[in-house]
């Protein structure tokens, strides 16, 4: 078995930022139709601590051939009819690290069955590389001493799964929501195919679903306040400036250039594993 490796996010392409997964998604995915997001939902957003500054409207496909309409900042997808069931954040509190969701998978819900899409012949389908990908990011997560525990089967019945991860036409990176007010993980994980290209290894692969699964069980991008591994040279806040925004995870170090898969960006040389900080964070809230 591979040894435990790390969480982070979104590249940094020989030499070249690319911003966090979800931009890469926008430009190519699937028939994709794109709206500018209403005041009265930008103001839902923030207060729940979500990047408004790029965020659009969506009509996303899912891997049965249906489509649905989703709020999107970055690599972040938050379905626009459950946008209310959302509650506001609390404003953050000390020097902080890891961050949360305003929801995290509630414990009825934490034996998580993950389908990962194939045998439709369909650009749905993940192709080897990430099947591969999905088994070892899957298998970071069961080795941990907590309470979430992850059954990963592929195939294209999806009526049994809680999590699906499929594959979309696109860049390099991926998507993913939130666990649901009812205290369910997020859904659907999308897996762009740029990724299975040459430039980018089975752990660069391993790193983005592991990344996205991340934000599926409740985690928010360590560098939310200032996207420190998405390029920013600017100085650092002493904390965070949006507020409310993201929840600290109490007992998780301050550092704002620690290394996590959480990280906004990620590069060609992530291997796809845990950091400590990362255990810690999932070991405290699971």
Request: charge should be negative.
């Given at each position: 078995m591979k040894n435990l490796k790390l969480l982070a996010l979104c590249a940094v392409v020989i030499g070249c930022l690319?911003?966090?997964?979800?931009?890469?998604?926008?430009?190519?995915?699937?028939?994709?139709?794109?709206?500018?997001?209403?005041?009265?939902?930008?103001?839902?957003?923030s207060?729940?601590?979500?990047?408004?500054?790029?965020?659009?409207?969506?009509?996303?496909?899912?891997?049965?051939?249906?489509?649905?309409?989703?709020?999107?900042?970055?690599?972040?997808?938050?379905?626009v009819k459950n946008l209310e069931d959302y509650p506001d954040l609390l404003s953050l509190d000390g020097d902080n690290k890891q961050y949360r969701s305003d929801y995290i998978v509630a414990p009825q819900y934490r034996n998580i069955r993950?389908?990962?899409?194939?045998?439709?012949?369909?650009?749905?389908?993940?192709?080897?590389?990430m099947q591969t990908a999905l088994s070892w990011a899957v298998a970071n997560y069961n080795v941990l001493p907590n309470t979430l525990n992850f059954t990963l089967t592929y195939g294209n019945d999806q009526s049994q799964a809680d999590m699906v991860v499929y594959r979309v036409i696109g860049g390099a990176g991926g998507s993913a929501g939130f666990p649901t007010s009812a205290g369910r993980p997020n859904r659907y994980v999308r897996i762009n195919s740029g990724l299975d290209s040459n430039t980018y290894s089975y752990n660069v692969v391993e790193h983005v679903i592991g990344h996205e699964i991340g934000h599926?069980?409740?985690?928010?991008?360590?560098?939310w306040y200032n996207r420190w591994s998405c390029g920013y040279?600017?100085?650092?806040?002493?904390?965070?400036?949006?507020?409310?925004?993201?929840?600290?995870?109490?007992?998780?170090?301050?550092?704002?250039?620690?290394?996590?898969?959480?990280?906004?960006?990620?590069?060609?040389?992530?291997?796809?594993?845990?950091?400590?900080?990362?255990?810690?964070?999932?070991?405290?809230?699971?």
């Amino acid at each position: 078995m591979k040894n435990l490796k790390l969480l982070a996010l979104c590249a940094v392409v020989i030499g070249c930022l690319i911003s966090c997964q979800k931009e890469d998604v926008t430009d190519t995915t699937l028939d994709e139709v794109t709206q500018q997001a209403t005041k009265a939902q930008l103001e839902k957003l923030s207060k729940m601590g979500v990047n408004t500054e790029k965020v659009t409207i969506e009509d996303i496909p899912l891997p049965d051939g249906s489509k649905e309409k989703y709020l999107v900042s970055g690599d972040i997808t938050i379905p626009v009819k459950n946008l209310e069931d959302y509650p506001d954040l609390l404003s953050l509190d000390g020097d902080n690290k890891q961050y949360r969701s305003d929801y995290i998978v509630a414990p009825q819900y934490r034996n998580i069955r993950i389908l990962g899409w194939t045998g439709t012949g369909s650009t749905f389908d993940l192709t080897p590389k990430m099947q591969t990908a999905l088994s070892w990011a899957v298998a970071n997560y069961n080795v941990l001493p907590n309470t979430l525990n992850f059954t990963l089967t592929y195939g294209n019945d999806q009526s049994q799964a809680d999590m699906v991860v499929y594959r979309v036409i696109g860049g390099a990176g991926g998507s993913a929501g939130f666990p649901t007010s009812a205290g369910r993980p997020n859904r659907y994980v999308r897996i762009n195919s740029g990724l299975d290209s040459n430039t980018y290894s089975y752990n660069v692969v391993e790193h983005v679903i592991g990344h996205e699964i991340g934000h599926s069980v409740g985690f928010r991008h360590q560098d939310w306040y200032n996207r420190w591994s998405c390029g920013y040279t600017g100085p650092l806040p002493a904390e965070p400036s949006v507020s409310p925004a993201a929840i600290w995870i109490s007992g998780t170090p301050w550092s704002p250039y620690a290394d996590s898969i959480m990280l906004g960006c990620f590069n060609t040389g992530e291997d796809g594993e845990f950091t400590a900080s990362d255990r810690d964070a999932l070991n405290i809230l699971y």
